[in-house]
């Protein structure tokens, strides 16, 4: 690798110079980059020398932009035949908050430190904690398919991510906070509440969200057929997205069996009686009905239901009608629901799991929370629902641990 300068004059009789850096890259072909300054020529020399001897390393030449790395991302997503849900999410944070900020930027010039410096950007910006993390998963993954297409040779975002010490994780783990009951997780009684309020249509719905801990995607593709009421038990095997497509869980995991309650089997029983059977045809009238009913929350043509329906027609009147009113609301002009999502169900449904009493006993044990709920590991339930669980080492316990250490009688 070398540096020379060189120079040319142009049309109109002026002087220029220039310096440029020679190099062969790892597979023998001669590159150059031409630089303004003497000193950038030497520092991309001697950056470029420790790239072609680790065999990472691509000539501006070679590489593409974010944006077209954005589209092939695109591309690979809909090829490997994503849901449309997940699509629409890539294209959004591509086109909202990717592009609008490093998307003429070739993939070969971003570095852990400018990837850091587009992490600012964003939080400068407005872009919230949670949207700004995903936003940078996306960037992962987007640079994770210019890999493999041999456009760039390193990862910025996964290189970034291995820098970070623990103490930015535990910051990062402190910053969410943990799910307290009362605020996240609705309390017991708000619940009896919400279970002796719940009436027609909605009752059966929210009966089984509360001893079921599903998803709204798998509430509103649960088909009648993964229902066993003789054995009171619920298969999840389906979802349906906000577009009312059905599709596989949002995992290995997501498929499970779900023992339930009398109170839900009973509720069912008589909701199967009443509830809307699905058409042959969109425009089908009554007598083109199928006899026997499909899913078990559908519409009222017995399609799928719409998710923003059920909260806002469902679970925010609900629990205006059980008093489980937002504090900051109370009154007689204007009252507001307190739980905004039907996640607040689930996270219910978790620590009624974790803090039941059976036959004398403790709640379940953590790995069998993890497979009622679903999760993939069961670090992504400890993470969430850890604190919950009953803790052993009181004050009484550990006077008698002390006790039987140093041989004596506890007082």
Same mark, same amino acid.
């Given at each position: 690798m070398s540096v020379r300068q060189r120079t040319w004059t142009t049309p109109t009789g002026d002087t220029r110079s220039a310096w440029v850096a020679d190099y062969f890259d790892q597979a023998g072909k001669r590159r150059h980059k031409t630089f303004r300054l003497k000193k950038d020529a030497l520092t991309f020399v001697q950056k470029a020398s420790v790239e072609v001897r680790a065999g990472v390393h691509v000539a501006d030449s070679a590489s593409i932009t974010v944006a077209a790395a954005g589209e092939n991302w695109l591309g690979s997503g809909a090829a490997a035949g994503l849901e449309v849900t997940t699509m629409d999410q890539r294209r959004q944070h591509l086109k909202l908050h990717i592009? $609008?900020?490093i998307g003429s930027t070739l993939l070969s010039r971003l570095s852990v430190p400018a990837v850091r410096e587009f992490e600012d950007k964003l939080r400068a910006s407005g872009r919230s904690p949670a949207m700004i993390k995903k936003v940078i998963g996306s960037l992962g993954s987007i640079f994770a398919d210019a890999q #493999? $297409? &041999?456009h760039v040779m390193r990862n910025p975002v996964r290189d970034m991510r291995v820098r970070r010490s623990s103490v930015d994780r535990r910051a990062e783990k402190r910053s969410k906070g943990r799910l307290k009951v009362g605020v996240d997780i609705p309390a017991t009684h708000e619940v009896r509440a919400i279970v002796e309020a719940a009436q027609g249509r909605w009752r059966p719905f929210f009966?089984? %969200?509360?001893f079921t801990g599903m998803r709204s995607s798998e509430l509103r593709g649960l088909r009648w057929q993964d229902v066993d009421l003789d054995r009171r038990e619920i298969k999840i095997h389906q979802r %349906?997205?906000?577009y009312g497509c059905i599709g596989r869980p949002k995992s290995e995991a &997501?498929?499970?069996t779900i023992p339930v309650p009398p109170m839900v089997i009973n509720v069912l029983r008589e909701w199967r009686l009443a509830c809307p059977h699905r058409r042959t045809c969109e425009n089908a009238?009554?007598?083109q009905y199928i006899k026997e009913p499909y899913l078990v929350f559908p519409n009222g043509h017995g399609g799928v239901e719409n998710h923003a329906n059920i909260i806002n027609r469902g679970w925010h009147p609900l629990q205006v009608e059980a008093g489980v009113i937002a504090p900051q609301e109370v009154g007689l002009a204007d009252l507001r629901a307190k739980y905004t999502g039907l996640h607040s169900l689930r996270h219910f449904y978790a620590s009624w799991l974790i803090n039941r009493r059976e036959d004398g006993g403790l709640g379940l044990p953590a790995k069998l929370v993890q497979e009622r709920l679903g999760h993939s590991s069961i670090t992504m339930t400890m993470d969430t629902y850890g604190h919950l669980f009953p803790r052993e080492d009181d004050a009484d #316990?550990?006077? %008698? %641990?002390?006790a039987l250490l140093l041989g004596?009688?506890?007082t």
């Open positions: 592009n $609008r900020f #493999e $297409r &041999g009966v089984t %969200a509360v %349906a997205d906000k &997501g498929e499970r009238t009554a007598s #316990e550990l006077a %008698a %641990a002390e004596k009688s506890a």
